[in-house]
Nanobody
Framework: QVQLVESGGGLVQPGGSLRLSCAVS????????LGWFRQAPGKERDIVGY????????YYADSAKGRFTISRDNAKNTVYLQMNSPKPEDTAVYFC??????????????????WGQGTQVTVSS
């Protein structure tokens, strides 16, 4: 069993910055992929990006490339989503999720077994 707890959401101005955290507990994370997803009202849950814990390799959706960065802290068992220059269209509930690593990452929410409760991010002036 893996438990995930997100934090750091809130109101941010367009062009500002915000860092989300996801504290992970449970099994050894070296065999997991940690993903960040988001869901806006009335829309599907979409991938923001993911990190392969053992290698640190990352993947980003086109909407996140160049603005968002995913990182992890092994000592704290925490994964981060650094959001730079957010836009109003980034407004959503952000979730972190985990799945076992089998040699490749995955962008589908259905592929992830464990989810946090989500944290609201609102980008507005």
């Amino acid at each position: 069993q893996v438990q995930l707890v997100e934090s750091g959401g809130g109101l941010v101005q367009p062009g500002g910055s915000l860092r989300l955290s996801c504290a992970v507990s449970g099994r050894a994370l070296s065999s997991y992929v940690l993903g960040w997803f988001r869901q806006a009202p009335g829309k599907e849950r979409d991938i923001v990006g993911y990190i392969i814990w053992s290698t640190g390799n990352t993947y980003y959706a086109d909407s996140a490339k160049g603005r968002f960065t995913i990182s992890r802290d092994n000592a704290k068992n925490t994964v981060y989503l650094q959001m730079n220059s957010p836009k109003p269209e980034d407004t959503a509930v952000y979730f972190c999720a985990a799945r076992g690593y089998s040699g490749y990452g995955n962008t589908r929410p259905q592929a992830y077994n464990y989810w946090g409760q989500g944290t609201q991010v609102t980008v507005s002036s």
